[in-house]
């Protein structure tokens, strides 16, 4: 009888690399291929497949796939019936959400909504859209975009609605941003079945536990020192851990060992802090992962 696995689909494009790296800090070793959408894992019971966002979700809800990780908003558009294990925020710029918004030149009359009556809107989100309009009552052209999309008004449409994480490339083409659509991170999602399936859901737990705790670790540091007991009040009053710190006690009875974790941008100004308050023997040693 042969083994189980787990197909799970990766976001080609843009967010491939940062989906990798995530991986990899997780404990999971992908390898991607010229010119293949078959990247290999270090883990024999996980098959990977390389596929664009926009389909994800559509694969996942067929069963063609049993996970996979994709933005809110492609469920959303294709409107998938499909299970959501975790949210990761991560994207290719940011640790911060994408927005879809409707953009216009700087220059145009079109200043809220309504303005949109019997307009020509481009977007690659095409149901949305269509579906957002009809809730403020208003009527438009909405048609798809293949890409470049920022470069179509004035001349191939009165106005976009694209995503956006900064807002400089809309900025950069002369846009301003009229309304907001929606909000999108990125989604882990099973297909119902799958997700029923007690090796796969077990499977998928797993994964999406190891992928929290990577996420959770990242701008994190742990840092440990020993610490006289008469100063240990005055070291702890210094120190904003993300829990309480472990203390434990050394073979000299008069010290003990702090170890706890923190932000690492705050170690430049805290360690100096910490040797004035008595710490000795500060050791700071990073973190691949966090499970609560």
Known sequence: MSSPFLKLGLPAGSLQEATGELFRRAGYKITFHNRSY???MDDPEIQCTLLRAQEMARYVQDGILDCGLTGYDWVIENDAQVVELAELVFSKVSRRPVRWVLAVPN????????DLQGKRIATELVNTTRRWLSNHGVEAQVEFSWGATEVKPPRLADAIVDVTETGSSLRANNLRIVAELLTSTTRFIANPRSAMDPWKQRKM???VLMLQGAMAAEGKVGLMMNVRRKDLQHVLQLLPALMKPTIASLSDPDWV???TIIDENVVRVIMPKLKAAGASGIVEYPLNKIID
């Open 38 to 40: 078959y990247p290999t």
């Open 107 to 114: 220059d145009s009359d079109i200043h809220e909504i309504k």
């Open 205 to 207: 737990e797993d994964l």
């Open 257 to 259: 060992d702090v170890n």
